[in-house]
T-cell receptor, first 114, second 112 residues
Framework: DGGITQSPKYLFRKEGQNVTLSCEQN?????MYWYRQDPGQGLRLIYY???????QKGDIAEGYSVSREKKESFPLTVTSAQKNPTAFYLC?????????????FGPGTRLTVL | GENVEQHPSTLSVQEGDSAVIKCTYS??????FPWYKQELGKRPQLIID?????GEKKDQRIAVTLNKTAKHFSLHITETQPEDSAVYFC???????????FGAGTRLFVKA
């Protein structure tokens, strides 16, 4: 469980503010992913990265941004342009090509917009 | 793009009975089919997976079957126990190798 971490566990934000969620892994995995989880809707892909300095939009990227400056780190910024940001956010990593291999999930960050 | 449907959304069984969860997918090029279990307040964890060159895989009380022609696969849990209560997600991957598409999840209740 300790290979991939997310912080903070709970986050509260006022409307109109940007907020950054942290994701770190020490598994030496190339691929990293951000998912949003809402009740009854499974896991929806926000962004993913296969290699340092490269990332791709997922299915619901609008209102979010990411960076991948280091292999170990893949922070997610929720911007004020995201209309309904209250959700549970999960980061994941995979040795490579996460569509063909197990993904290892972090413990998640629950974001609440006040 | 790939579309994954999962049924049922909720499943309640008596302890000791079997539980079956089914998923269908749309992209015939998909070739990786994992199942994840998420206990309340915890992260999803892989419990079993199958690749398209195998029709069935078993690990103790859990098994997954795959029908590539019909594009569906199922999770079978036998001799259910209260600790099996969780949300189970099917997923599909392989197209392009980068993305995994998840089903909406099944909440399983095992009554003691």
């Amino acid at each position: 469980d300790g290979g991939i971490t997310q912080s903070p566990k709970y986050l509260f934000r006022k409307e109109g503010q940007n907020v950054t969620l942290s994701c770190e892994q020490n598994l030496n995995h190339d691929a990293m992913y951000w998912y949003r989880q809402d009740p009854g809707q499974g896991l929806r892909l926000i962004y993913y990265s296969q290699i340092v300095n490269d990332f791709q939009k997922g299915d619901i990227a609008e209102g979010y941004s990411v960076s991948r400056e280091k292999k170990e780190s893949f922070p997610l910024t929720v911007t004020s342009a995201q209309k309904n940001p209250t959700a549970f956010y999960l980061c994941a990593s995979s040795p490579s090509q996460g569509g063909r291999n197990e993904q290892f999930f972090g413990p998640g960050t629950r974001l609440t917009v006040l | 793009g790939e579309n994954v449907e999962q049924h049922p959304s909720t499943l309640s069984v008596q302890e000791g009975d079997s539980a079956v969860i089914k998923c269908t997918y749309s992209d015939s090029a998909s070739n990786y089919f994992p199942w994840y279990k998420q206990e309340l307040g915890k992260r999803p964890q892989l419990i079993i997976d199958i690749r398209s060159n195998v029709g069935e895989k078993k690990d103790q009380r859990i098994a997954v079957t795959l029908n590539k022609t019909a594009k569906h696969f199922s999770l079978h849990i036998t001799e259910t126990q209260p600790e099996d209560s969780a949300v189970y997600f099917c997923a599909v991957g392989g197209t392009g190798g980068f993305k995994t598409i998840f089903g909406a999840g099944t909440r399983l209740f095992v009554k003691a």
